[in-house]
């Protein structure tokens, strides 16, 4: 079984910053693209950014130059460092990977962790 588990949500002030942290674990064989979604009450899932095995990120624009996605394929974790945080940054953070195990190649996520930006 393949298990992504996410951390480091919570409250913060508008113009603060949080680190999310999500670590695969399970029978990994790779570790392909990692990514992470938000989703706003009332609003679809959208992906904040990714990235790849080798390190290329990609944004969406709502976030560039706030937030920066970083990897240690190592220990198969990938961080989301969010700074300058806005109310509108207010959603659930969902982890994803696209990685091989030994049951094949597929697409994974993890639970959610709440984020709220709020004075």
């Known amino acids: 079984q393949v298990q992504l588990v996410e951390s480091g949500g919570g409250l913060v002030q508008p113009g603060g910053s949080l680190r999310l942290s999500c670590v695969a674990s399970g029978r990994i064989l790779s570790i392909d693209d990692m990514g992470w979604y938000r989703q706003a009450p009332g609003k679809e899932r959208e992906l904040v950014g990714h990235i790849t095995s080798s390190s290329s990120t990609t944004y969406a624009d709502s976030v560039k130059g706030r937030f920066f996605i970083s990897r240690d394929n190592a220990k198969n974790t990938v961080h989301l460092q969010m700074n300058s945080l806005k109310p509108e940054d207010t959603a659930v953070y969902y982890c994803?990977?696209?990685?091989?195990?030994?049951?094949?190649?597929?697409?994974?996520w993890g639970q959610g962790t709440q984020v709220t930006v709020s004075s």
């Open positions: 994803n990977a696209v990685l091989r195990s030994f049951g094949g190649r597929g697409v994974y």
